[in-house]
């Protein structure tokens, strides 16, 4: 079940890249992927999904160190590390982290429950302030 979601996921996010990695839309999934910095994006949310939070938070920080061209990608890596921060009591990068997802795209916001989450739901709430 848990790989289920995991290649659901991956698809997702490569479909998701695919339309908007670039003004001219690349000839397949495949040229996305040969982006250093789309690869390391899905690469850091396949392991925050395997719970393998140290390696995942590396990963996403080199995402955007190497520029996702998406704002909403650029924004879902940092509410993925804003998760990890806050899970490891890590609050004011936490909290920095919702701010810089926010930054990267203006629409970018936590569902419902997530914004309900015990750990990480105060601090996206004072990130709002």
């Known amino acids: 079940m848990k790989s ?3 290649l ?3 698809l997702g ?3 998701s890249l695919w339309l ?3 003004s001219t839309p ?3 999934v495949a040229e ?3 982006r250093p910095a789309e690869r390391q994006l899905i690469t850091g949310l396949r392991l925050y999904d395997d719970a393998q939070y140290p390696e995942a938070e590396a990963a996403l920080q080199d995402a955007l160190r190497l520029q996702l061209v998406s ?3 650029r924004a879902s890596a940092h509410k993925t590390l804003a998760f990890i921060y806050c899970t490891s009591q890590r609050e004011p990068e936490c909290e920095a982290a919702f701010r810089a997802a926010r930054s990267a795209d203006p629409q970018f916001q936590l569902g419902k429950s997530e914004a309900g989450h ?3 739901g105060p601090v996206y709430q004072r990130s709002l302030r």
Request: proline share 12%; hydrophobic share 45%; net charge neutral.
């Open 71 to 73: 704002p909403r990608d």
């Open 8 to 10: 659901r996921t991956t």
């Open 118 to 120: 015990p750990l990480w």
């Open 13 to 15: 996010l490569a479909a």
């Open 20 to 22: 908007v990695a670039c």
């Open 32 to 34: 996305v992927l040969d």
């Open 26 to 28: 690349p000839t397949g």
């Open 4 to 6: 289920a979601l995991s």
